[in-house]
């Protein structure tokens, strides 16, 4: 298994993930204005992992410039769609990885990555691309679900569901190990903050300044 088998999993899942609703809206509104107050209007930032854009079009106006990236071509045309209705000045979408995008000249001074990291295959050489990535003193914003937190029995399910098609690679960790590998990567994790608005968070939003 490859990146290559996980871009194809999320292309063929891009059109009934487009459709799907958002289980906390509560939550996720919470996300969004903690990261806006955290942002400047003259940053340049970076989301990982941006889906069909969601995201990317709520926080876009809010800064200079925004590239929202992922692995799936698919789930960035479905994106780019979203961007020609609505335009936003400075927002642009690119399939691509954080290892591809370290390769290159740009730097930003935020990284996103919501619902992302226990996705990527090789946790730590991502975040020491994330790291890489940024600019000296720029800061990481991530919320991922944490399955290493969540009930046992989703460690027995996840790989037989990943036999049959119906899940993606997924990465298993706690809150506290992320938290240190992030610090690992180079990082001073500034804050940890829950924004659930219903039954336990397993997804913490962690806020990470490059040294």
Known sequence: ??????????????KSYARARISDQAGYERTLERTVALLKPEDRVLELG????????????????????????????IAEEKRAANPIAGLAFRPATAEALASEAARFDAVLGFNYLHLVRDLAGTLGSIHALLVPGGLFITK???????????????????VIGKAPYAGVFS??????????????????????????????????RKA
């Open 1 to 14: 298994m490859s990146t290559v088998s996980d871009a194809r999993f999320w292309d063929r899942s891009s």
């Open 50 to 77: 941006c889906g069909t854009g969601t995201t990317a079009l709520r926080l876009a106006s809010d800064v200079k410039s925004y590239l929202a990236t992922d692995l799936s071509a698919d789930m960035i045309a």
């Open 144 to 162: 991922t679900p944490c399955l290493g937190d969540m009930n046992p029995l989703i460690k027995f399910a996840l790989p037989l569901m990943q």
């Open 175 to 208: 809150a506290q190990a992320l938290r240190g590998l992030i610090a690992a990567a180079g990082f001073e994790v500034v804050g940890t903050e829950r924004h659930a608005s219903k039954g336990k968070d397993s997804r913490p939003f962690i806020v990470a």
